[in-house]
Each structure stands twice: as structure tokens, then as C-alpha cells.
């Protein structure tokens, strides 16, 4: 299955047409094809679901101490497809679950940019442009000082760090670090983006810069700085209000994916 906007381009091609997109997609749809988000969600195996849920059940009870944690995470923003969105043309009968769908990227070569940010319940916190394939060195770089200027609570245990379980940041160089300062970190649960709640901050920031365009890779980091700095404070402090919802999803769905 293509992505929609190559499979109006291939009709194009093959068939020499002289019609706008625009054209083309109006007589897609007559024919019944309608344009679906692909769902993006990962696949969890019954060790993932094991260890979401016996995640969920040890911070049932939190409400308040969501606001002690410090989210992080990476993401990419491409130049183009900035909305992070892969969509498919459908007849709307046509089975649309994760596991239906073969997708196939217009391009493998599309230039982006990767950043690292983290938040609290204050607001955006640092925001710092990376390489694409971090090493634990690089990802231990990004923090080693803004954490201390952004976040000092962390330092007298008043606040806990969560990152993911990507190589670079369980590192042994990484976590002599954080034992060295005795910073306390939350053990996360692997494929749970839909707990990570700076995930809804990039989905965010990918749909206001979506229908922009840029000639390099330097104009859109300028953009996603600016959309960063004035992200609204009130709808993180909503995010963490969502907390307790979202682990309640995770045991509802047994530890399989949620609707986050």
C-alpha cells in the first residue's frame, strides 16, 4: 500500500494524465478510495504487555507525583510530511487494523532533523538539535549541564528523570552518571509511547509546522525551536493531568497499545 499522495502522483505518471492532483483525488473518491491515517502504533509482544502492565499497576495510585517527572525523548521532523502522518487510500470496506497495512515511504532520502527536548510540568525545557544515530557520550552531552540549569530539583531528588530504553541512554557510561549525582530515573516500560506524554508535544508541533515548506534543514530547526519556546504551559499541565487516565487505559487494554 502507498502513501496516498505517491499513489495520485504514480496515476499521473502511468497513465500521462493532464489533471491537477487536486483533479485526480475528487475521482478517487467517486470510486469509493477514501484517505486513512496509517495507525503508527508499536507491536508489543506478551512481554511488553507483561511489564506495561505491572507498570501501570505500581503507579495506579499516583496523581500528584506525575508532576515530579521530567519527560524526554528524541524525534525527527522531516522537510516534507511534517506531520508525522503516513496515510493510504481505502475502499471503506477494506480491513484498517496495524497489522493489514504494508506500507511503502515515497523516499528513504527525505532530509530531516533530529532534536532532544524534555519538559516538566513548568513548561518546555531544553531543546538541543542531534544527530540522527546518538552515542551514549553524545546523549549523556545533551544534559550533563542543562539538566542542572533547567531542572535542579533533580539534583535534591524533588524531581525524577524518564527517558526511554534506547541503547544510547541505559548505557553503562550514562548510568554512572546519574548514580554519580544520585538523580533518580523511572523505570520505563518498553513501547510506551503512549505513557511518554513530550510525544503529544512533537505530534503537536509536527501539525502546526505540517503545511510549511523549507528549503533546508536549518529553516525548519528555526521553526520547531519557535513552536517549542511558545508551546502553551496550560496544555502540558493538561498532558500531566492525563497521566492517571492513560495508565487506567493501559490496564483496561491489558497492556496493549491505547488510544494516547
Same mark, same amino acid.
Given at each position: 500500500?502507498?502513501?496516498?499522495?505517491?499513489?495520485?502522483?504514480?496515476?499521473?505518471?502511468?497513465?500521462?494524465?493532464?489533471?491537477?492532483?487536486?483533479?485526480?483525488?475528487?475521482?478517487?473518491?467517486?470510486?469509493?478510495?477514501?484517505?486513512?491515517?496509517?495507525?503508527?502504533?508499536?507491536?508489543?509482544?506478551?512481554?511488553?504487555?507483561?511489564?506495561?502492565?505491572?507498570?501501570?499497576?505500581?503507579?495506579?495510585?499516583?496523581?500528584?507525583?506525575?508532576?515530579?517527572i521530567?519527560?524526554?525523548?528524541?524525534?525527527?521532523?522531516?522537510?516534507?510530511?511534517?506531520?508525522?502522518?503516513?496515510?493510504?487510500?481505502?475502499?471503506?470496506?477494506?480491513?484498517?487494523?496495524?497489522?493489514?497495512?504494508?506500507?511503502?515511504?515515497?523516499?528513504?532520502?527525505?532530509?530531516?532533523?533530529?532534536?532532544?527536548?524534555?519538559?516538566?510540568?513548568?513548561?518546555?525545557?531544553?531543546?538541543?538539535?542531534?544527530?540522527?544515530?546518538?552515542?551514549?557520550?553524545e546523549?549523556?552531552?545533551?544534559?550533563?549541564?542543562?539538566?542542572?540549569?533547567?531542572?535542579?530539583?533533580?539534583?535534591?531528588?524533588?524531581?525524577?528523570?524518564?527517558?526511554?530504553?534506547?541503547?544510547?541512554?541505559?548505557?553503562?557510561?550514562?548510568?554512572?552518571?546519574?548514580?554519580?549525582?544520585?538523580?533518580?530515573?523511572?523505570?520505563?516500560?518498553?513501547?510506551?509511547?503512549?505513557?511518554?506524554?513530550?510525544? %503529544?508535544?512533537?505530534g503537536?508541533?509536527?501539525?502546526k509546522?505540517?503545511?510549511?515548506?523549507?528549503?533546508?534543514?536549518d529553516?525548519?530547526? %528555526?521553526?520547531?525551536?519557535?513552536?517549542?519556546?511558545?508551546?502553551?504551559?496550560?496544555?502540558?499541565?493538561?498532558?500531566?493531568?492525563?497521566?492517571?487516565?492513560?495508565?487506567?487505559?493501559?490496564?483496561?487494554?491489558?497492556?496493549?497499545n491505547?488510544?494516547?
Amino acid at each position: 500500500m502507498l502513501v496516498c499522495s505517491q499513489q495520485i502522483q504514480n496515476i499521473k505518471n502511468e497513465l500521462e494524465l493532464d489533471a491537477s492532483k487536486s483533479t485526480i483525488n475528487r475521482e478517487l473518491l467517486k470510486f469509493g478510495l477514501k484517505v486513512y491515517k496509517v495507525p503508527t502504533k508499536p507491536v508489543l509482544s506478551m512481554s511488553n504487555t507483561n511489564d506495561r502492565i505491572e507498570f501501570a499497576q505500581k503507579h495506579r495510585r499516583w496523581r500528584q507525583k506525575w508532576q515530579e517527572i521530567v519527560f524526554s525523548d528524541e524525534s525527527a521532523f522531516n522537510l516534507s510530511q511534517n506531520d508525522g502522518r503516513l496515510l493510504v487510500r481505502l475502499y471503506s470496506s477494506d480491513q484498517r487494523d496495524e497489522n493489514g497495512y504494508r506500507i511503502t515511504k515515497p523516499s528513504d532520502s527525505y532530509k530531516s532533523v533530529m532534536v532532544w527536548g524534555a519538559i516538566s510540568i513548568l513548561g518546555t525545557g531544553p531543546l538541543v538539535r542531534v544527530t540522527k544515530r546518538l552515542t551514549a557520550l553524545e546523549y549523556l552531552n545533551l544534559f550533563r549541564q542543562r539538566l542542572r540549569r533547567y531542572y535542579p530539583g533533580l539534583y535534591n531528588n524533588q524531581q525524577i528523570f524518564q527517558d526511554d530504553n534506547a541503547p544510547c541512554h541505559r548505557a553503562g557510561l550514562v548510568n554512572q552518571w546519574f548514580n554519580k549525582y544520585n538523580i533518580k530515573r523511572i523505570v520505563w516500560p518498553a513501547k510506551s509511547p503512549d505513557l511518554n506524554i513530550i510525544e %503529544n508535544v512533537w505530534g503537536h508541533i509536527k501539525y502546526k509546522i505540517k503545511n510549511r515548506t523549507y528549503q533546508n534543514e536549518d529553516e525548519l530547526w %528555526n521553526d520547531i525551536e519557535n513552536e517549542w519556546i511558545k508551546f502553551p504551559t496550560e496544555l502540558i499541565f493538561r498532558l500531566y493531568e492525563s497521566l492517571p487516565r492513560r495508565i487506567e487505559a493501559v490496564i483496561q487494554e491489558n497492556g496493549f497499545n491505547t488510544n494516547y
